[in-house]
């Protein structure tokens, strides 16, 4: 239901841009969101856009980092910027969604591997 792409390696100070679409019977995207999980550590969250468009960003991403969303195509982004050894984790996108059967569901992205050298 959530397919995501964009991550890689990179060395510090670079960018990158992840993308995650949902798909299949939508009646409507409510809250998408991007977290991530680096060796040993909980998984967090790194940025959150609500489906009006507010946004909340982990501290230290704030400034570097950028969420947006395509609600015709129900897909998110995250635009990574000035990123640093720090920022390697997996990271996953979260969706709570609406279904054309007006049943709410919360999903997980697969991951995608995002590694920083420095």
């Known amino acids: 239901q959530l397919v995501e792409s964009g991550g890689g390696l990179v060395q510090a100070g670079g960018s990158l841009r992840l993308s995650c679409a949902a798909s299949?019977?939508?009646?409507?995207?409510?809250?998408m969101g991007w977290y991530r999980q680096a060796p040993g550590k909980q998984r967090e969250l790194v940025a959150l856009?609500?489906?009006?468009?507010?946004?909340n960003y982990k501290d230290s991403v704030k400034g570097r980092f950028t969420i947006s969303r395509d609600n015709a195509k129900n897909t998110v982004y995250l635009q990574m910027n000035s990123l640093n050894p720090e920022d390697t984790a997996v990271y996953y996108c979260?969706?709570?969604?609406?279904?054309?059967?007006?049943?709410?569901?919360?999903?997980w992205g697969q991951g995608t591997q995002v590694t920083v050298s420095s």
């Open positions: 979260n969706a709570d969604l609406i279904s054309s059967t007006l049943r709410r569901f919360n999903y």
């Open positions: 856009i609500t489906s009006g468009g507010s946004i």
């Open positions: 299949g019977n939508i009646y409507r995207v409510n809250a």
